[in-house]
C-alpha cells in the first residue's frame, strides 16, 4: 500500500506509470489493470481519444497520459460530482517537450483565481476536493508542439440536461469555470489547436578536418 496524501490517485499492477499530485507532486508506481483506457492511449496515434474512469473528492485527481489532453467531461450524481475526463492525444505516442503546472484552487463562490490561470495552455488533469466536488483545480500543459489558436468555443456540463459535453476535433479544454452550488455546473471553453512542425537535428558544421 503506498500512503499518499487526501488529493492524489495512483495506479497500482502491471507497469510503472507517473502519478500527479494535486499540488504537482510526481511519483513511479505501478499500472492497475482496470486503468486499461489510460495505458492504451499512452502510446496511442494522434487524434486517439478515451473517457477515463469516473473519479470524485475521494480519489481527487483524474490524468490523461502523456501526449494526450483534456477533450470532454462527463458528470453524474446529485451536485455532477462525479466526473470522467475524456482524453484526446496531440502527438502520437509520448510529448517529452510538454510542461504542467496547476492552477489555483476555485469554486463557484469564488472565481477570482481563474483569471490568473495559464494563458495559452491546455488543460491535461483535473482535482477536486470537499464534498461534492465542490472546488475544482486543473493542471495546465504547454508544448512547443502545440499553439493555441484562440478560436474557442463554450459548454456546459451540468446535473441536467446535457450530463456530458466533447470539444470539437482539433479542439481541447482550456478552462474550466463553476456555476451554482458545490459546482454543480461545469462551464467548459474549448479552443482549438494547431500543430507546430519540431525541427529535425541538423549535423554540427565541419570544422574541415
Aim: aromatic share 8%.
Amino acid at each position: 500500500m503506498i500512503a499518499i496524501r487526501r488529493c492524489m490517485h495512483y495506479f497500482s499492477g502491471l507497469a510503472a506509470l507517473l502519478v500527479l499530485g494535486c499540488g504537482g507532486e510526481e511519483m513511479d508506481v505501478g499500472v492497475d489493470p482496470g486503468k486499461a483506457s489510460y495505458l492504451e492511449l499512452r502510446n496511442a496515434r494522434a487524434g486517439s481519444e478515451a473517457p477515463m474512469p469516473y473519479f470524485d473528492e475521494t480519489d481527487g485527481v483524474s490524468p490523461c497520459p502523456n501526449g494526450a489532453l483534456i477533450a470532454g467531461l462527463a458528470c453524474r450524481g446529485e451536485f455532477c460530482n462525479d466526473l470522467s475526463l475524456l482524453c484526446r492525444k496531440y502527438t502520437d505516442g509520448l510529448d517529452p517537450l510538454s510542461r504542467h503546472s496547476y492552477g489555483y484552487w476555485f469554486s463557484s463562490e469564488d472565481q477570482e483565481a481563474i483569471k490568473e490561470e495559464n494563458e495559452g495552455a491546455f488543460t491535461s488533469a483535473m482535482c477536486c476536493s470537499e464534498r461534492y466536488c465542490r472546488e475544482v483545480r486543473m493542471r495546465y500543459t504547454k508544448s512547443p508542439r502545440l499553439k493555441n489558436t484562440g478560436r474557442c468555443d463554450t459548454l456546459h456540463v451540468t446535473d441536467g440536461t446535457p450530463q456530458q459535453a466533447t470539444c470539437a476535433p482539433d479542439s481541447f479544454l482550456t478552462r474550466v469555470e463553476c456555476e451554482g452550488p458545490n459546482c454543480r455546473t461545469l462551464v467548459m471553453t474549448c479552443c482549438f489547436a494547431e500543430l507546430v512542425p519540431t525541427a529535425e537535428p541538423q549535423e554540427p558544421p565541419s570544422t574541415g578536418e
